[in-house]
């Protein structure tokens, strides 16, 4: 084929040749330059022991040292207050201490205090208001025109002094208000430098402290612990409805919450038996209440779900009842108490302390001359009644009642010692902190030292019962007493207490007494504990 750029050759050997061409030399010359390691990048050959040519890392930058800050001097003295009456404040300043190489410190130079002083006299000028008036008459917004100015709290920014035009409706503000200026009607917090600011619980505007649940300024709640349970009370089995305690709230308990969802009414009553709340069979009315150097809120709502609060700290001990009216489903309640203070258990929630209620609108029995307050004795309308104490001969219960009453016959003697106790449900060593006249009766505040006998629960003060006023057996405030007593506790289970007979064993303490009486111990079988 004539013209074909390939074409069959005639030697020896057949195959396909090119026609007119040569390779050319310097394709060679390149691959040998390849070989001598001047071609692209700078590998070399490993097996020499020689780096490889890769690009090696930037070295990291040291890092720059930065300049020390300057340190605070020592808070200077605190200002006078910055007014003489209402809302005030005083300023104390410290300096940076630094060289020229240092940064400034960190944090604020001032701090401010609230003063505590009394309100400003009925008819005074308010602070805010005072500052407006200062620019009554005087030229403003480059017009000749005057005005009157009052405060304007419609504003967005609190801390400026606003003021608007008697007349118009425009206000203009004047900068900032005077530090120690209150922020809004009614609010706590006070503008400094242009900020409202809050006032801690140390008094220090801006420091953000607060009262932790222990009352403790700035804590972390590591100073008391928390005590929240349930309480389910049963009715008893004759199915009365009358009181039941619940619980005691020792004295310094703090963060006091206690709700009920039933048609039932919480109670409360302070340790030496004045009721506070719903009391003696009557009902009171939700509010605010003064207890234990605390302020109480009781709530009671449509549906009878009651709940009452109280911040505390309590300054006394508080016992908390309720007076049932239906079967109890739960009472929840909740405190927080300082360590070492113990927590509330089985004990506080004891009968025997339990007062006597009367019944709704019957008026409260006539109070001996002497006593302090009345108290409740007579039963509920519609309840049976035990039949009354017998009085030993020659003081009769209207002559106690009278101021007629006989020489006491205190139990004694050996016989009578162990007959008593053997027939006691309480013995114990006891000092009579405190005697008031109930009715007919005498009430004694017990503290419990040493018990030597006890058929049911029996707590540190009890309230200690004698059917008569004449003050037998003789029993005086401060002085420690062996007393063996018997529970009483009516038909219809509305009383529930620690009796002691006024001819029953009431002998001074004294460690003779003590022998003797775990000589009695003997004689008769102990109780099974409670």
Not at 85 to 105: F, I, K, N, Q, Y
Not at 421 to 430: E, H, I, M, T, W
Request: aromatic share 8%; proline share 12%.
């Amino acid at each position: 084929m004539a013209g074909a750029g390939w074409r069959r050759g005639s030697g020896p050997r057949g195959g396909l040749h090119g026609v007119g061409h040569r390779w050319p030399w310097w394709p060679l010359l390149l691959l040998a330059w390849l070989s001598l390691g001047c071609g692209v990048g700078t590998a070399q050959n490993p097996a020499l022991g020689t780096r490889m040519g890769v690009p090696e890392p930037p070295a990291p930058a040291r890092p720059r040292r930065q300049p020390a800050q300057g340190t605070w001097g020592a808070w200077g003295p605190w200002s006078s207050c910055s007014s003489s009456c209402g809302d005030s404040v005083a300023l104390r300043t410290r300096r940076c201490l630094r060289s020229m190489e240092e940064e400034p410190c960190t944090g604020d130079p001032r701090q401010y205090r609230l003063c505590q002083l009394q309100e400003c006299p009925p008819g005074s000028v308010p602070f805010r208001a005072m500052q407006c008036s200062l620019y009554d008459n005087r030229p403003v917004l480059g017009t000749p025109a005057r005005y009157h100015w009052v405060p304007f709290h419609g504003a967005p920014n609190v801390c400026d002094l606003n003021c608007l035009a008697v007349g118009h409706n425009f206000y203009y503000a004047f900068g900032r208000v005077l530090d120690g200026t209150r922020c809004s009607p009614g609010s706590p917090d006070l503008c400094i430098s242009g900020r409202c600011l809050s006032v801690g619980c140390d008094g220090i505007l801006g420091s953000g402290r607060r009262p932790d649940a222990c009352g403790q300024c700035g804590g972390s709640h590591d100073a008391c612990h928390f005590v929240h349970r349930l309480f389910q009370g049963t009715d008893p089995s004759s199915g009365y409805f009358g009181y039941m305690n619940v619980t005691k709230i020792p004295a310094g308990a703090t963060h006091i919450k206690v709700t009920d969802k039933s048609r039932s009414y919480l109670a409360l009553m302070t340790s030496d038996g004045r009721y506070v709340l719903n009391g003696d069979w009557s009902i009171a009315w939700p509010g605010p209440y003064e207890a234990a150097g605390t302020r109480l809120r009781y709530a009671r709502a449509p549906d009878g779900t009651e709940s009452l609060e109280a911040p505390g700290p309590t300054a006394e001990d508080l016992h908390l009842m309720v007076l049932l009216q239906e079967p109890n489903p739960s009472i929840e309640y909740e405190f927080w108490l300082p360590h070492g203070h113990p927590q509330p258990g089985r004990g506080d929630t004891s009968p025997l302390r339990q007062p006597q209620p009367r019944g709704a609108g019957t008026p409260p029995p006539p109070e001996p001359p002497g006593t302090l307050a009345p108290a409740p004795l007579s039963q509920p309308k519609g309840f049976a009644t035990e039949p009354p104490w017998r009085s030993p001969p020659g003081r009769s219960g209207a002559g106690a009642a009278a101021g007629r009453c006989g020489r006491c016959r205190p139990a004694k003697g050996r016989s009578q010692r162990i007959q008593h106790f053997c027939q006691s449900d309480f013995v114990f060593q006891g000092r009579i902190l405190a005697r008031r006249l109930v009715g007919q009766e005498t009430r004694y505040e017990v503290e419990v030292k040493t018990p030597y006998r006890r058929r049911f629960p029996l707590v540190s003060r009890e309230y200690l019962w004698v059917p008569n006023t004449c003050g037998c057996p003789p029993l005086r405030e401060g002085h420690q007493y062996l007393l063996m007593a018997r529970r009483h506790v009516n038909h219809e289970h509305t009383l529930n207490r620690i009796l002691l007979q006024d001819d029953g064993y009431a002998r001074p303490w004294s460690p003779r007494e003590e022998r003797l009486v775990r000589e009695a111990a003997r004689h008769c079988p102990q109780p099974r504990p409670p």
